[in-house]
């Protein structure tokens, strides 16, 4: 076994062990890790193994060659805690990773290559991202929080989206709020338009709220 560390500090271990998914010890963990075999349309895999002591994620690629893309001591907060698979797309594939179990940072997000399982794009948190392949699309906010960040994953083409100046930083005060994701309603997406809205002043009651709408039409970003 050799450890190789990315350019982003990830441990990836390469090896040959097989999928393991028991533990005498601890029975229930079996109903917890899901073990299943993730398939990618050129033919890698990615998996889930456990024991005892640790989970692990593997990526397969299309030539069977192993590595182990992240480990967890904590077994039972496995897809809850650290890594989990989000999408597929044409050439990556996305990964989520809770840094705290429930609350209260927002998970952020790597975009992996589908045909070695290296990290290719790391995007911090994200607005929304498709489970749809036919939209092949992530949404975040650019650094300064002042424009969205529109991302065509199969492209890998981004699009810039302004906002008003300052109106997410003056939003975070007048809410109390440390992460602008969380200003954010729940996307609705029909077709290829979603809107997307936002909190600007601190809500009066749970049915008069002062927000923002942000309509977007992914065909404009197809090409």
Same mark, same amino acid.
């Given at each position: 076994?050799?450890?190789?560390?990315?350019?982003?500090?990830?441990?990836?271990?390469?090896?040959?062990?097989?999928?393991?998914?028991? !533990?005498?010890?601890?029975? +229930?963990?079996?109903?917890?890790?899901?073990?299943?075999?993730?398939?990618?349309?050129?033919?890698?895999?990615?998996?889930?193994?456990?024991? !005892?002591?640790?989970?692990?994620?593997?990526?397969?690629?299309?030539?069977?060659?192993?590595?182990?893309?992240?480990?967890?001591?904590?077994?039972?907060?496995?897809?809850?805690?650290?890594?989990?698979?989000?999408?597929?797309?044409?050439?990556?594939?996305?990964?989520? $990773?809770?840094?705290?179990?429930?609350? !209260?940072?927002?998970?952020?997000?790597?975009?992996?290559?589908?045909? $070695?399982?290296?990290?290719?794009?790391?995007?911090?948190? &994200?607005?929304?991202?498709?489970?749809?392949?036919?939209?092949?699309? /992530?949404?975040?906010?650019?650094?300064?929080?002042?424009?969205?960040?529109?991302?065509? &994953?199969?492209?890998?083409?981004?699009?810039?989206?302004?906002?008003?100046?300052?109106?997410?930083?003056?939003?975070?005060?007048?809410?109390?709020?440390?992460?602008?994701?969380?200003?954010?309603?729940?996307?609705?997406?029909?077709?290829?338009? /979603?809107?997307? +809205?936002?909190?600007?002043?601190?809500? &009066?009651?749970?049915?008069?709220?002062?927000?923002?709408?942000?309509? /977007?039409?992914?065909?404009?970003? +197809?090409?």
């Amino acid at each position: 076994m050799r450890v190789i560390i990315t350019a982003l500090g990830l441990l990836i271990w390469t090896t040959s062990f097989g999928q393991n998914c028991f !533990c005498d010890k601890d029975t +229930t963990l079996s109903e917890i890790v899901n073990c299943d075999t993730i398939k990618f349309d050129n033919k890698a895999k990615l998996y889930w193994s456990f024991n !005892c002591d640790s989970s692990w994620l593997t990526f397969e690629s299309p030539r069977h060659f192993k590595n182990v893309i992240f480990t967890l001591d904590l077994v039972g907060y496995t897809g809850r805690l650290g890594f989990s698979y989000a999408q597929e797309y044409k050439h990556k594939f996305l990964i989520q $990773n809770r840094l705290i179990s429930g609350c !209260c940072d927002p998970p952020e997000f790597f975009l992996l290559d589908k045909t $070695n399982g290296e990290v290719k794009d790391t995007l911090t948190s &994200v607005i929304f991202y498709s489970d749809k392949r036919q939209l092949p699309f /992530i949404i975040r906010l650019a650094e300064d929080n002042n424009a969205l960040t529109v991302y065509n &994953v199969d492209k890998q083409k981004k699009y810039f989206i302004k906002l008003e100046k300052g109106q997410i930083k003056k939003s975070l005060k007048a809410n109390d709020e440390m992460f602008a994701e969380y200003l954010f309603d729940e996307p609705i997406l029909k077709g290829t338009i /979603i809107s997307l +809205t936002y909190l600007l002043d601190k809500p &009066v009651s749970e049915n008069i709220r002062n927000t923002k709408t942000i309509i /977007i039409d992914f065909k404009k970003y +197809t090409y």
